[in-house]
């Protein structure tokens, strides 16, 4: 069983739609977890960390659940920016990332 | 802002070659980590460096070696290079400190490499 897993996609919604997309981590101890977007081509880069309380960032909101091992990423009002694919990543107790394989979500005008 | 720099955006090597590739970082992070990725299998660790002069293997390091001579670089060598290492070379750093959960990594901009 892969360590992070998430449903590749994609997600094709029009502008200003919701979409949201979960991803499982497999160790129950993991510490720390972060969704990353990653544009194509280009380096991972980090969008928001994710706290046991879930947190939000303007648009985008993130939620941990921890008894269902779970992580899961909101966008609200789908910009044709936020095209992208998300990085589901967890840390467990040391420094190294795991990472899930990512979710395409494109955004129509 | 903290600076991840890979040396190269694109190389094409040719199979038996050695194939070095450079990454630097610029905020005295103590952590640093080669990962590759691929279609549909995400981000692989290949190697990480806590320290100076120190390595440890990561899921996939077969075929490739290390260096961390100084704090700021860490050298990924592909002693032979191969087809099968045709990917998307991803150099990443961060430092020892709280800010890691806050702030996860910093990654390099990346380096395509072709090997034909």
């Known amino acids: 069983r892969k360590e992070v897993e998430q449903d590749p996609g994609p997600f094709n919604v029009p502008e200003g739609a919701t979409v949201a997309f979960n991803c499982t981590y497999s160790?129950?101890?993991?510490?720390?977890f972060f969704w990353y977007r990653q544009d194509c081509r280009k380096e991972p880069k980090l969008l928001m960390s994710?706290?046991?309380s879930g947190n939000e960032d303007g648009r985008f909101t993130a939620q941990l659940n921890r008894a269902s091992q779970y992580i899961s990423l909101l966008i609200r009002d789908s910009k044709l920016s936020d095209s992208a694919t998300y990085l589901c990543?967890?840390?467990?107790?040391?420094?190294?990332?795991?990472f899930g394989a990512g979710t395409t979500v494109t955004v129509r005008a | 802002d903290v600076k991840v720099t890979q040396s190269s955006r694109y190389l094409v090597k040719r199979t038996g070659e050695k194939v070095f590739l450079e990454c630097v970082q610029d905020?005295?992070?103590?952590?640093m980590f080669w990962y590759r990725q691929d279609p549909g299998l995400g981000l692989r660790l290949i190697y990480f460096?806590?320290?100076?002069?120190?390595?440890e293997k990561g899921d996939i390091p077969e075929g490739y070696s290390v260096s961390r001579e100084k704090k700021e670089r860490f050298s990924l060598i592909l002693e032979s290079a191969s087809t099968n290492q045709t990917s998307m070379y991803l150099c990443?750093?961060?430092?020892?400190?709280?800010?890691?959960?806050?702030?996860?990594?910093?990654f390099g901009s990346g380096t395509r490499l072709t090997v034909v």
């Open positions: 990543v967890v840390n467990n107790n040391d420094y190294k990332l795991s």
């Open positions: 160790n129950s101890a993991s510490q720390s």
């Open positions: 994710v706290y046991s």
């Open positions: 905020m005295d992070h103590e952590n």
């Open positions: 460096s806590y320290d100076v002069k120190m390595k």
């Open positions: 990443a750093s961060h430092g020892r400190t709280g800010t890691f959960k806050s702030y996860g990594y910093t």
